[in-house]
């Protein structure tokens, strides 16, 4: 039976080797996308799945497409993250800004969440700020994702004595209308974003247009 619920997403992430531990902020590169856009095609649309007990479903002003999770904000000096901030936004002069087609939403071991396509121009970027963050700070922090494709969470499991049943979601979700989301990925934001073991949550750092 445990295989069929929705694990504790913040339970991973504070138990794996390089671990994340709630109340840390730690520097993320996330494309952002117009919140009015998101809250009416993503978040509006699938209330009645995300908001059951078990998840913890993500407001419109939160949901973001993870680009790469680097290391705790405390540990790089200011110089470093001008550093960063600098070589990434020369390396994105020639990078266009492009849609991102988010399919319907899964259900996933630990979270629900829609995957998008095209992966490559998302990838690149994958690409250019792990680059970047491994040359400021001499490899330090480890490569995560290690393996890159781009999604966003609409909701996340969490710990409690009531999981998320996910056959019970998989069978709501195919009743459920909805079609695919096209988003516009213009900026690459960088913040510094920590967890309470529930939401996800940022300080906004700096942006990098995508012309």
């Known amino acids: 039976m445990t295989g069929t619920l929705v694990q504790d997403f913040f339970a991973?992430?504070?138990?794996?080797?390089n671990a994340w531990p709630a109340g840390r902020a730690d520097l993320h590169w996330h494309l952002l996308f117009d919140e009015a856009t998101v809250h009416r095609t993503l978040v509006e649309p699938y209330r009645e799945i995300t908001h059951q007990p078990g998840l913890a479903s993500v407001a419109a002003r939160w949901l973001?497409?993870?680009?790469?999770?680097?290391?705790?904000?405390?540990?790089?000096?200011?110089q470093q993250l001008a550093d960063i901030v600098e070589r990434v936004t020369k390396e994105c002069e020639n990078t266009r800004a492009f849609?991102?087609?988010f399919d319907r939403p899964s259900?996933?071991?630990v979270a629900v969440e829609c995957a998008a396509r095209p992966g490559e121009p998302a990838r690149q970027l994958w690409e250019i700020t792990a680059r970047v963050d491994a040359e400021v700070t001499g490899d330090r922090y480890p490569l995560i994702p290690a393996v890159y494709y781009p999604h966003v969470s609409l909701a996340y499991g969490t710990a409690g004595d009531v999981r998320a049943d996910r056959r019970a979601l998989k069978v709501a979700l195919s009743d459920h209308p909805g079609e695919p989301v096209r988003l516009r990925a213009d900026r690459l934001c960088l913040v510094a974003q920590s967890h309470d073991r529930r939401h996800i949550t940022w300080t906004p750092i700096a942006e990098v247009p995508l012309h």
Request: a negative charge; charged letters at 25%; one cysteine or more.
């Open 12 to 17: 991973g992430v504070e138990s794996r080797r």
């Open 64 to 78: 973001h497409c993870t680009i790469l999770h680097a290391g705790p904000v405390a540990e790089y000096r200011e």
């Open 99 to 101: 849609d991102l087609v």
């Open 107 to 109: 259900v996933g071991t």
